[in-house]
């Protein structure tokens, strides 16, 4: 149910967001966003991520080849950088350096 809503919320951003940018300019705007709707997918396992897509009627490819122009994976400070990793600096932070770790695996696989 939480990434189901996440997801939804996530979307709605976006849609709002672009729908600002595109009123704001003559241009074609750029949209750099922080997470998208596929990053959930690394926090469901294969029967609850099909459940997400089932009730928002689209599949992997419309959200994953269609929905962005172009994807940047930066990989976690966790796997590498452990010394800038941790609840100290990001009291939101709730992972360990190892489910970080599994959890950024898991998304630079996503957009594969």
Same mark, same amino acid.
């Given at each position: 149910?939480?990434?189901?809503?996440?997801?939804?919320?996530?979307?709605?951003?976006?849609?709002?967001?672009?729908?600002?940018?595109?009123? $704001?300019?003559?241009?074609?705007? #750029?949209? +750099?966003?922080?997470?998208?709707?596929? %990053?959930? !997918?690394?926090?469901?396992?294969?029967?609850?991520? $099909?459940?997400?897509?089932?009730? #928002?009627? +689209?599949?992997?490819?419309?959200?994953? %080849?269609? !929905?962005?122009?172009?994807?940047?994976?930066?990989?976690?400070?966790?796997?590498?950088?452990?010394?800038?990793?941790?609840?100290?600096?990001?009291?939101? !932070?709730?992972?360990?350096?190892?489910?970080?770790?599994?959890?950024?695996?898991?998304?630079?696989?996503?957009?594969?």
């Amino acid at each position: 149910v939480f990434q189901l809503s996440l997801m939804l919320t996530q979307m709605a951003f976006e849609e709002h967001f672009s729908e600002i940018a595109s009123l $704001q300019s003559q241009h074609n705007p #750029i949209l +750099l966003i922080d997470r998208g709707v596929m %990053d959930g !997918r690394a926090y469901c396992d294969d029967q609850a991520w $099909q459940a997400i897509l089932d009730e #928002i009627g +689209l599949t992997v490819v419309q959200l994953r %080849d269609k !929905r962005y122009n172009a994807v940047l994976h930066l990989v976690t400070a966790a796997d590498g950088a452990e010394t800038y990793y941790g609840t100290d600096s990001n009291q939101s !932070r709730h992972e360990s350096i190892e489910f970080a770790r599994q959890v950024d695996k898991n998304l630079s696989l996503i957009h594969i």
